[in-house]
């Protein structure tokens, strides 16, 4: 059938290979399926009609099945594209998790536009728009595709941020996160153009071993180490490490909460995916220049994120802390260099994927028309309105804290791990004591959905078994939660994820001991 095709002049196989085509089958099959979900907007009705979650579902499943089918083939020679794409185990993983988590949000956002009156087709193609960036990314091996990935990711998530048109804080999370993204944007782009004007190179391939000719030569160039600064300013904005994390608290708070769930997890997925590619393996030969930057960048994450996590009264910007300070976690991997440390950010970034999935999930049902789940008083006797929903939420947060039989517990000792094997023992200690911090903050929730309802002290301040609830009003106990579902699937398949993979981590890790990052 192949030589049919290729025989016609006129059809796109007769000018590419289609060993090519097969080797990007995942993302055509999303960047197809996003102009078929387009096309099918114009004819279905827009309020109430579920033909276009279950097309965008369909299409989702279907690249992922191909991601699987492409992981247990493994192609000998993953590098399609004359070296501008890899379709190697690495970048097959990073998709999975990111389609994983499409799907989740996909299955959630039938109701979630329902009650917040967002019933619109366009949602639904800026999604997969912004998924087919995420896997362009995963396996760019081309400075010039990574740009493309990057910014086919971040424009549709700029229209998303700001998809509650009616509502002024959407509003202002759209343009805050568009003015600082396109900022950063410019940093990565200059980055990008010193390293390939000192190397001659856009390819990765052959920046590695343009580098590792002069790393042998002792040739340290200070224009290309200004690129790979400018490169990794403009990735911490994309994983919202600190210091470059400032549009994180309110793009998190301001956006629709499906939005924020996209954004928290699929997002770092695929910058990560990006961040390792470059930093441990492109960039190796210059590891000894790079790697204390990288590592205090990974403490001030965690110390910032954490520290500034226990003092906030809004629940998205608390996970919007946590996810900086999160950040800060899985840099250890990237610092580290190693493949145990790429390894550990693999998993890690695998956890975390289900661990915060799983709590935006809970929010997202709980939030109601005009506005989202966002004060502690929502929360507030959660287990005696809905035991379930308040029980997942608890296990959610004890595995962002690190928990011991959840997968946040083995995805930090695999980080830590690999820091003290590699002898940077204080990146570890920082790990250990930052996560001490967090249990305070996570541990709050848990108290607020367990606990008593706000009780009114003699200064106004608002208290739950103790704990400060200043500035939130009062929620109504008795206000009734229906739970759909998709919605109920989801969430529960999260809770349940985060504790196999707690307690059986060798089904992820086994997985991730096999995979190189392609580098030359």
């Known amino acids: 059938m192949f030589q049919i095709l290729t025989a016609v002049p006129w059809l796109p196989l007769h000018f590419v290979p289609v060993g090519n085509l097969l080797g990007i089958l995942p993302i055509l099959i999303v960047g197809g399926g996003a102009v078929i979900v387009l096309l099918a907007d114009l004819m279905v009705p827009r309020r109430g009609n579920l033909v276009l979650p279950v097309v965008s579902g369909v299409v989702l499943l279907g690249a992922l099945g191909t991601a699987a089918g492409q992981w247990v083939v493994h192609a000998a020679n993953p590098i399609v594209f004359n070296g501008a794409y890899a379709n190697d185990r690495f970048a097959l993983f990073a998709d999975f998790v990111i389609l994983v988590t499409a799907l989740a949000v996909v299955a959630l956002s039938p109701g979630y536009l329902r009650r917040r009156g967002m019933e619109e087709g366009e949602y639904y193609i800026l999604l997969l728009a912004s998924v087919t960036g995420m896997l362009v990314l995963t396996g760019a091996l081309n400075l010039i595709v990574v740009f493309l990935g990057i910014e086919l990711l971040s424009i549709p998530l700029y229209v998303l941020a700001g998809f509650a048109r009616d509502e002024p804080l959407p509003q202002e999370a759209a343009m805050k996160y568009l003015l600082l993204g396109g900022f950063a944007t410019g940093f990565l782009v200059y980055g990008m153009a010193l390293i390939y004007g000192e190397t001659g190179h856009t390819g990765l391939v052959a920046i590695h071993h343009v580098l590792t000719t002069s790393a042998v030569a002792q040739q340290v160039d200070p224009m290309l180490l200004a690129g790979i600064a400018l490169v990794a300013v403009g990735l911490s904005f994309k994983v919202s490490a600190a210091p470059f994390h400032w549009w994180t608290p309110d793009v998190y708070q301001g956006s629709p909460a499906l939005v924020t769930t996209f954004m928290s997890v699929a997002t770092k997925v695929a910058a990560f995916a990006v961040f390792l590619r470059l930093f441990s393996a492109t960039l190796a030969p210059y590891r000894a220049e790079w790697q204390v930057p990288i590592a205090v960048v990974a403490i001030i994450s965690m110390v910032f994120g954490n520290v500034v996590a226990v003092a906030q009264t809004s629940v998205k910007r608390l996970l919007a802390y946590s996810g900086i300070a999160q950040a800060g976690y899985i840099l250890i991997g990237v610092a580290v260099g190693r493949p145990d440390g790429t390894q550990a950010s693999l998993y890690y970034l695998a956890g975390y994927a289900v661990m915060n999935t799983g709590a935006f999930a809970?929010?997202?049902?709980?939030?109601?028309?005009?506005?989202?789940?966002?004060?502690?008083?929502?929360?507030?006797?959660?287990?005696?309105?809905?035991?379930?929903?308040?029980?997942?939420?608890?296990?959610?947060?004890?595995?962002?804290?690190?928990?011991?039989?959840?997968?946040?517990?083995?995805?930090?000792?695999?980080?830590?791990?690999?820091?003290?094997?590699?002898?940077?023992?204080?990146?570890?200690?920082?790990?250990?004591?930052?996560?001490?911090?967090?249990?305070?903050?996570?541990?709050?929730?848990?108290?607020?959905?367990?606990?008593?309802?706000?009780e009114a002290a003699p200064d106004g301040e608002l208290k739950v078994a103790g704990v400060s609830l200043d500035g939130a009003a009062v929620a109504a106990p008795d206000t009734a939660v229906s739970v759909g579902v998709p919605e109920g699937v989801v969430v529960v398949l999260a809770g349940l994820g985060t504790l196999a993979l707690g307690i059986f981590p060798a089904v992820i890790y086994s997985l991730l001991q096999g995979i190189t990052v392609v580098h030359g």
């Open 362 to 454: 809970v929010i997202t049902i709980l939030s109601r028309r005009g506005e989202d789940c966002d004060r502690y008083s929502q929360l507030s006797g959660l287990v005696r309105r809905q035991p379930l929903l308040a029980g997942l939420m608890a296990i959610f947060m004890l595995s962002l804290a690190g928990f011991p039989l959840t997968v946040g517990f083995f995805g930090k000792f695999f980080l830590f791990s690999a820091a003290i094997h590699d002898g940077q023992l204080p990146l570890a200690i920082w790990g250990i004591l930052t996560s001490a911090v967090s249990l305070f903050y996570y541990l709050r929730v848990i108290l607020i959905m367990f606990g008593g309802l706000p």
